[in-house]
């Protein structure tokens, strides 16, 4: 697999606020959110459910990753979505770091692609707890 969820009850928004927040908590910012829901609608007149992207990066990490492989930036950031279910449920999907970062091959990417599945698997339970 490439990713791993989670799905929780409540409000889109109040939940992606508190993906917002745990991700600050693992030293991660939002670099990028990407509507999906919104463009669909603009772009081709499709209505869909609440669907977002958030590009998640932690600097420092980046960093790393960069000096270690610098062609690295095609595979970041990572990715965060989401998505308002049919039954009104929300799902909160995670990028793995280690699957996909495996493409590099290379030691030092490895490790940091641990480093950031852990901190991303800590986002996940802090938003499932904060329910």
């Not at 989670?6 to 917002?20: F, H, M, N, T, W």
């Not at 829901?37 to 669907?51: C, E, F, H, S």
Request: hydrophobic share 45%.
């Amino acid at each position: 697999m490439y990713g791993f969820q989670i799905r929780i009850e409540g409000e889109i928004d109040v939940i992606e606020a508190r993906v917002v927040e745990a991700l600050k908590a693992e030293g991660f910012g939002v670099l990028t959110e990407i509507d999906v829901q919104a463009t669909l609608k603009n772009k081709l007149g499709v209505d869909r459910r609440p669907y977002k992207i958030l590009g998640a990066c932690n600097p420092s990490l980046a960093n790393q990753a960069i000096d270690a492989e610098p062609d690295i930036g095609l595979l970041l950031p990572c990715n965060v979505l989401v998505r308002e279910e049919e039954d009104g449920a929300v799902t909160v999907a995670f990028m793995d770091p280690v699957a996909v970062l495996q493409l590099v091959n290379q030691p030092t990417v490895t490790e940091l692609a641990q480093d950031v599945r852990q901190r991303l698997i800590r986002v996940r339970d802090a938003v499932r707890t904060a329910e």
